[in-house]
């Protein structure tokens, strides 16, 4: 059955006892045999069993977690599988009452709660832990700020308990933030976060962009602007780059366009978070091509979500409304021939954030008059911008070393995955504040230690300073180019 009939076909059956036994987890939990296996190899087999998967998700440990927010009444139980991705599998859940539920102690059945009849939905995701499909993640926490003290991304289960509570951060980021809609997060547990569920009714999820049925032509404009203000809006208000937004990460929930599955989600400091922006732009742009939308050249759409102030707008910066108006009057449609060739070297720039990060091949097409790109990107840098990527070189220059001298402190290291300690841990201990702040130093580094991560940051930078064009050079240029206009 392929997921789209899977996701059609969820039912939820409006019967409170079907929900509070806590079914599924049962049904699962005898399944998974933890004893050891008498007949050979007794002391592998055991250590596979504990770490045995249903449906790639369900392992021993995660069902635990799940029994335990089954225990505390945050959910009542998991109906069945909306999704099942590359990396985690989304479920259904109703809410629990916020109380741990009764059990009959004659019976030994979870005793049923008289509710009114509308019950809270919850979508849970679950988080892979298998080592393969998360391999290339690193990329995206390497270089947040906020995970800048993660000491865990080389240990697989921390790995993934880190991405689940990035994308519980980011949510309520970008939640409460009030300008996009996203679904409400709702606690986050290790590999498993619970979330609001978006609901088109008798437990049918809400269609993402791409199965939504349009009524008109009209409304697949009105989408496509709306989802270039939403970047705008995620970059300048919550300060976050989506990094894998498309038809299949929104989802058409009450007639609006809700961001989801924003796990790989970085702030604009990270390095990479240009790059991210500009497949986002990309993937978007491709979608609505398709469905016959005049589009924006995405170049053109770059600036427009990274500028600080917009030339002539007159509305409210943070009021998707307004936004969409000036989308819709003021951004060129991608008509000519030169736009797509202004778009394929777009496509093809290393981006940067002020001069100093400028590279020399893109420098030369720069100076050879080919576009005048970088001059926008560059001249229009806005200060937060550049100081975001100031701070961020400070901040890298500390981490740097940092690592080396807390490594040692990280004992748990790899051999969490027969620990429970986890589970009893507190869920914050591998992120700091959502908000960046300016570092103060290493307070408690060793005198040498922080002198010879000095020098090597020293030597790092002089070291590239010899390939990189000069400073002064550039901004001659630049500022010769901007005069012109
Ligand atoms: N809060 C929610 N309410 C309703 N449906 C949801 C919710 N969150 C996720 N889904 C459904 O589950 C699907 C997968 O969710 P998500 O995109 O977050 O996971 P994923 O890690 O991207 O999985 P994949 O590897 O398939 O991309 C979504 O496409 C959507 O259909
Ligand atoms: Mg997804």
């Not at 290493?442 to 922080?450: A, H, P, Q, V």
């Amino acid at each position: 059955m392929s997921l789209e009939d899977r996701f059609d076909r969820l039912t939820v059956s409006q019967r409170a006892s079907d929900h509070i036994n806590n079914q599924l987890l049962e049904k699962y939990s005898h399944k998974i045999k933890t004893d050891e296996l008498s007949f050979s190899k007794a002391k592998t087999s055991k250590d596979k069993a504990n770490r045995a998967t249903v449906e790639n998700v369900l392992d021993p440990r995660t069902m635990r977690f799940l029994k335990s927010m089954v225990n505390r009444g945050v959910i009542a139980d998991l109906n069945g599988c909306l999704s099942t991705g590359k990396e985690a599998n989304v479920y259904h859940a109703f809410a629990g009452t916020g109380k741990a539920p009764v059990i009959d102690e004659e019976t030994g059945q979870y005793e049923v709660l008289e509710t009114d009849g509308l019950r809270k939905e919850y979508a849970i995701k679950i988080y892979k832990t298998s080592i393969l499909v998360f391999k290339d993640r690193e990329r995206y926490v390497d270089g947040e700020f906020r995970f800048r003290n993660s000491r865990s991304q080389h240990n697989p289960r921390k790995m993934i308990k880190i991405w689940a509570e990035k994308e519980f951060r980011n949510l309520k980021r970008i939640h409460q933030s009030g300008v996009i809609p996203a679904p409400r997060p709702v606690e986050v547990k290790n590999n498993v976060l619970v979330m609001e569920f978006l609901s088109r009714g008798n437990g049918f999820a809400s269609p993402k962009l791409r199965d939504y049925p349009y009524r008109d032509r009209e409304e697949i404009f009105h989408y496509y602007h709306t989802m270039v203000a939403y970047m705008r809006l995620l970059y300048q208000v919550c300060r976050l780059v989506h990094a894998d937004l498309s038809e299949y990460n929104t989802i058409i929930h009450n007639d609006k366009l809700y961001m989801i599955d924003v796990s790989q989600s970085v702030e604009p400091e990270h390095p990479m978070s240009l790059d991210f922006l500009r497949m986002d732009i990309k993937n978007v742009n491709l979608y609505f091509e398709k469905m016959g939308v005049s589009i924006f050249p995405e170049r053109v759409i770059f600036q427009f979500v990274i500028s600080e102030s917009l030339e002539k707008f007159k509305g409210d910066y943070h009021n998707v409304i307004d936004l969409v108006g000036y989308i819709a009057k003021n951004l060129p449609i991608k008509s000519t021939e030169q736009d797509e060739a202004e778009d394929e070297i777009f496509r093809s720039l290393h981006l940067v954030r002020s001069l100093g990060g400028l590279e020399e091949r893109d420098f030369d097409r720069y100076t050879d008059g080919k576009f005048d790109l970088l001059k926008s990107l560059i001249a229009h840098d806005n200060e937060r911008n550049f100081a975001a990527s100031e701070q961020f070189e400070f901040d890298n220059a500390d981490h740097g070393s940092s690592s080396s001298l807390e490594e040692s402190s990280d004992e748990e290291g790899d051999n969490s995955s027969g620990g429970e300690e986890d589970e009893e841990s507190d869920d914050r201990e591998y992120y700091e504040d959502d908000e960046p702040k300016i570092l103060k130093g290493k307070k408690y580094e060793d005198k040498d230690i922080k002198k010879l991560r000095k020098q090597e940051a020293k030597d790092a930078k002089s070291e590239k300073r010899k390939t990189k064009v000069k400073k002064h050079i550039k901004k001659k240029l630049v500022k010769k180019t901007k005069s012109k206009k």
